[in-house]
C-alpha cells in the first residue's frame, strides 16, 4: 500500500517517519528543495543561529518522546535562564513566570504549564528534522508540489508540479490551512472552506552576535517583552546563548530579537533599540535576518468544531486526512503530535 504525504515539515515528516515505520510505502512530497518548513538552523563559527522556532514548551511530551524514538533523546537541552523581563519603553520589570509567553502568544493546552520553561537540541532545532529525514530520506521527492488531488477506483491521484502524477491508496495533507483548503475543497468536502479562514502573521526574527564584553555584566533572565504601548520595531527579545548552552563560542554572546514591519535595514534597526534598552556598547559582529511572510496561525473561533466536522466528513472518502499548524496546534510539539495522530488513523482505516 502506498501512502503519500503532502508536505516536508514537521509535521509531514512525523506522519511519514510514523507510516514507514508501520510497514507502509511512503512518498512524501514537498514543494521546496529542502525538508523541514520554518525549522532553519544555520551554524557557523561556533553560533547557532534559529530562523524559526528555537525550542518547544518542555511541559509537552510529544516532541521529547519523537526524538527518544529516534535516538536523539541525548541531544535534549534545558532552558538555562529563567524569567523574562517587561519594557516599559523606561525599564525592564521583572514578570511572572509564564506571563512572557502569553504576551506572545505561546499558550499550552489546559493540562500544559507554560511556567515550566523551553527545551530544545544541543546543535539547535534542526537535529529533529536531521534525524527524521535519516530515516525517511529515500521517500522524500523534493520540488514535487501538489497542485490538485482526485479519486480514483483505488484511492487517489495526486497531481505534481512539472506534469506528472502520483497514485496511493491514501493521502495526509500536512500543508499550511489555506492549502489544505483549497485542495479539499476541490472535492467537494465543504467543511474544508473553514480552514481558509486561518489568519497568517508574518514574523521576523534578527539575529545579533557580540562579544560578551559588549553586554552589561548581567541579563536578566532569559529575554524581555515589549510592552504593547511601545512605539519601536523590537517587540521581544530572546537571549540565546543565556537561554540554551551552546549557542555562542566562548567570550561571545547571541540575541535573537523579534521585529514587527520596519522601513530600513532590520538589523541596523534592532541593534539600535537593543543598545538603548540593554545598554550594548559598539556595533554587533554580524547580524542576520528571516523573514516569514506567512509565519504564525491565529485560529478563528470555533476552529476545533470546524476541524472536527471536516474529518468527519473525510472517514466517508477513501483514507484523507489533514494535519499541521493550521490544524491541530502551532507549537513544534502540536505538529508532531499532529503529524503522527494523522499516520495512525490512516492506518487504522487501511487495516
Do not use: N
Not at 159 to 183: D, F, K, M, N, Y
Request: with cysteine; proline share 5%.
Amino acid at each position: 500500500m502506498t501512502v503519500a504525504v503532502v508536505g516536508a515539515g514537521l509535521s509531514g515528516l512525523s506522519a511519514a517517519w510514523e507510516l514507514s515505520r508501520a510497514g507502509a510505502d511512503v512518498v512524501l512530497l514537498e514543494a521546496e528543495r529542502h525538508p523541514g518548513g520554518v525549522i532553519v538552523t544555520e551554524r557557523h563559527d561556533g553560533f547557532v543561529v534559529e530562523g524559526g522556532p528555537d525550542g518547544f514548551l518542555a511541559a509537552e511530551p510529544d516532541l521529547p518522546d519523537l526524538a527518544r524514538a529516534l535516538g536523539i533523546g541525548d541531544r535534549l537541552v534545558d532552558q538555562q535562564a529563567a524569567g523574562s523581563t517587561l519594557w516599559t519603553g523606561r525599564r525592564l520589570d521583572r514578570l511572572a513566570e509564564g506571563r512572557a509567553a502569553e504576551l506572545l502568544g505561546i499558550q499550552g493546552t489546559a493540562d500544559v504549564d507554560v511556567a515550566r520553561g523551553f527545551q530544545s537540541f544541543a546543535r539547535g532545532m534542526r537535529d529533529i528534522v536531521d534525524a527524521l529525514v535519516a530515516r525517511v530520506g529515500t521517500a522524500i521527492r523534493s520540488t514535487h508540489g501538489v497542485t490538485g488531488i482526485v479519486a480514483t477506483t483505488r484511492g487517489w491521484r495526486l497531481s505534481v508540479t512539472g506534469g506528472s502524477a502520483q497514485e496511493a491508496e491514501a493521502v495526509i495533507l500536512a500543508l499550511p490551512a489555506w492549502a489544505i483548503a483549497r485542495l479539499v475543497a476541490g472535492l467537494g468536502v465543504a467543511p474544508a472552506r473553514a480552514l481558509g479562514e486561518v489568519v497568517y502573521y508574518p514574523s521576523s526574527t534578527v539575529s545579533l552576535a557580540y562579544r560578551t564584553g559588549q553586554l552589561p555584566r548581567t541579563l536578566d533572565g532569559a529575554g524581555f517583552v515589549a510592552a504593547r504601548e511601545w512605539p519601536g520595531a523590537v517587540r521581544a527579545c530572546s537571549y540565546s546563548s543565556f537561554k540554551y548552552p551552546g549557542r555562542a563560542p566562548d567570550g561571545h554572546a547571541l540575541l535573537r530579537a523579534f521585529v514587527g514591519p520596519v522601513d530600513g535595514e532590520p538589523g541596523a534597526l534592532a541593534h539600535a533599540e537593543l543598545a538603548t534598552i540593554l545598554g550594548i556598547r559598539g556595533s554587533p559582529l554580524w547580524t542576520r535576518a528571516f523573514h516569514w511572510p506567512r509565519g504564525l496561525p491565529r485560529y478563528q473561533p470555533g476552529h476545533a468544531a470546524h476541524v472536527a466536522a471536516l474529518r468527519a466528513r473525510l472517514a466517508r472518502l477513501a483514507p484523507l486526512d489533514v494535519a499541521g499548524a493550521g490544524v491541530d496546534g502551532a507549537g513544534v510539539s502540536a505538529c508532531v503530535k499532529s503529524g503522527r495522530a494523522a499516520a495512525h488513523r490512516v492506518l487504522g482505516r487501511l487495516a
